[in-house]
């Protein structure tokens, strides 16, 4: 207020004689009489009870408009040339990763000073997961995560901010790495494809088809999403997407096809200059090498509409994880192994080592979500129970059905 009052006073023609008090004290009158009118920025009757209190000053209206200039418009105009610019930042192409597509599920996507951040919340921790805006301000956003009284983490995050980190003596572990797929220069050829060459040689024996999704096929692949969860006990969560129709809408879709009916899909994330796996969902007793087959047509479509990096998403480090949990996902290793991808390190990060370890669970909590799962685990041991009583012996039937504990030999 004072400010204001020392504008309009800095702004009175020469001739006028009023001291800073007077000014000060008719400035104070208008703006409640503005205030009360409620009126956008007071006008009408900010201006009217300030010319009549300095009725006897004919220059005061001159002032007046140089004040209302000065203070409201310039200041304004600079406020809308800002946000401009700042919208034309978030709108260039660099600024939105493919993975930020998860927003629409798990994640959100917020402004942390002035600039977009991707994150997920879980119980007493905001993790930033994988890429983010080439502005991205560690210390920013632990002080953002500190005003809403959770700790921050950073997930499966790049190099560069594992740099920042270290800088500000976070603790730094290198959990995962990310299979990234340069379109421009891969080929199938080369010693290293060659599994894969094979794999696509045994879909084509089995007639697998791929193509991209079209709108009349969208109804078939809830029920194979189903099918899926169920014989693998559910899906995942946090980082990782859960089937919807209302989510898959917003990506490129590549549906399998053997014999002419769809047996799977594979989900990517579309961004600007990136394509990012996310769903791989099928029915059992898919032909042996339809997935890849899947993954090569999606190479295919990223080149030719001008996107330079695929990423099948990450694997658990086996150098850098427990044994336990890389033996886990050897499988999944091997199979992004066979395309030859580029094998980018990311690293999961907290301010020390109590929060690493508590913010690791919670997010792996999050992602394999075992309440959630319990129902999808029980239909799994449903399914299963025919099949272990289809390898038991003819006495271990027998037992059974007199309630009696069947014995393995």
């Known amino acids: 207020?004072?400010?204001?009052?020392?504008?309009?006073?800095?702004?009175?023609?020469?001739?006028?004689?009023?001291?800073?008090?007077?000014?000060?004290?008719?400035?104070?009158?208008?703006?409640?009489?503005?205030?009360?009118?409620?009126?956008?920025?007071?006008?009408?009757?900010?201006?009217?009870?300030?010319?009549?209190?300095?009725?006897?000053?004919?220059?005061?209206?001159?002032?007046?408009?140089?004040?209302?200039?000065?203070?409201?418009?310039?200041?304004?105009?600079?406020?809308?040339?800002?946000?401009?610019?700042?919208?034309?930042?978030?709108?260039?192409?660099?600024?939105?990763?493919?993975?930020?597509?998860?927003?629409?599920?798990?994640?959100?996507?917020?402004?942390?000073?002035g600039w977009p951040c991707f994150h997920v919340d879980t119980a007493g921790f905001r993790a930033a997961l994988g890429g983010q805006h080439r502005h991205f301000d560690i210390r920013a956003f632990a002080r953002a995560a500190h005003r809403n009284a959770k700790c921050p983490v950073l997930y499966n995050c790049s190099g560069r901010l594992a740099v920042q980190a270290a800088r500000a003596g976070w603790h730094i572990r290198r959990t995962t790495m990310e299979a990234l797929i340069r379109t421009d220069t891969w080929s199938l050829s080369g010693g290293t494809r060659q599994s894969l060459r094979r794999k696509l040689r045994a879909a084509?024996?089995?007639?697998?088809?791929?193509?991209?999704?079209?709108?009349?096929?969208?109804?078939?692949?809830?029920?194979?999403?189903?099918?899926?969860?169920?014989?693998?006990?559910?899906?995942?969560?946090?980082?990782?997407?859960?089937?919807?129709?209302?989510?898959?809408?917003?990506?490129?879709?590549?549906?399998?096809?053997?014999?002419?009916?769809?047996?799977?899909?594979?989900?990517?994330?579309?961004?600007p200059v990136d394509w990012h796996l996310d769903l791989i969902r099928y029915r059992p007793g898919l032909p042996d090498g339809a997935v890849h087959a899947a993954i090569v047509a999606t190479i295919t479509a990223a080149k030719r509409n001008g996107i330079a990096t695929l990423s099948l998403s990450t694997v658990p480090d086996p150098r850098h994880m427990p044994s336990i949990l890389a033996d886990r996902r050897r499988g999944l290793v091997q199979f992004k192994r066979c395309f030859g991808p580029i094998w980018a390190p990311r690293y999961h990060e907290a301010p020390n080592k109590v929060a690493f370890w508590i913010s690791g669970c919670a997010l792996a909590l999050a992602i394999h979500r075992p309440l959630a799962n319990l129902p999808w685990k029980a239909l799994q041991c449903i399914k299963l129970l025919p099949l272990e009583l289809k390898f038991w012996s003819k006495r271990d039937k027998r037992r059974l059905q007199h309630n009696q504990r069947p014995q393995r030999s």
């Open 1 to 113: 207020m004072i400010c204001a009052a020392t504008a309009l006073y800095l702004v009175l023609p020469p001739g006028v004689d009023i001291g800073f008090t007077a000014v000060l004290a008719a400035y104070v009158l208008a703006l409640g009489a503005g205030l009360l009118a409620n009126a956008p920025g007071g006008v009408g009757a900010f201006d009217l009870v300030l010319l009549g209190l300095l009725s006897s000053h004919e220059d005061i209206v001159a002032a007046l408009i140089l004040f209302r200039i000065i203070y409201y418009a310039v200041p304004a105009v600079l406020a809308g040339l800002t946000l401009l610019a700042d919208r034309a930042d978030l709108e260039s192409p660099d600024q939105s990763p493919a993975h930020w597509g998860l927003a629409r599920q798990s994640g959100v996507v917020h402004h942390i000073a």
């Open 204 to 271: 084509k024996t089995a007639d697998v088809q791929i193509c991209e999704m079209a709108p009349h096929a969208i109804s078939d692949l809830p029920a194979i999403a189903r099918t899926w969860a169920t014989s693998h006990g559910g899906e995942m969560g946090c980082s990782m997407g859960q089937f919807t129709l209302e989510y898959i809408l917003e990506q490129r879709v590549f549906l399998i096809k053997c014999k002419g009916e769809i047996q799977g899909f594979v989900t990517f994330h579309a961004g």
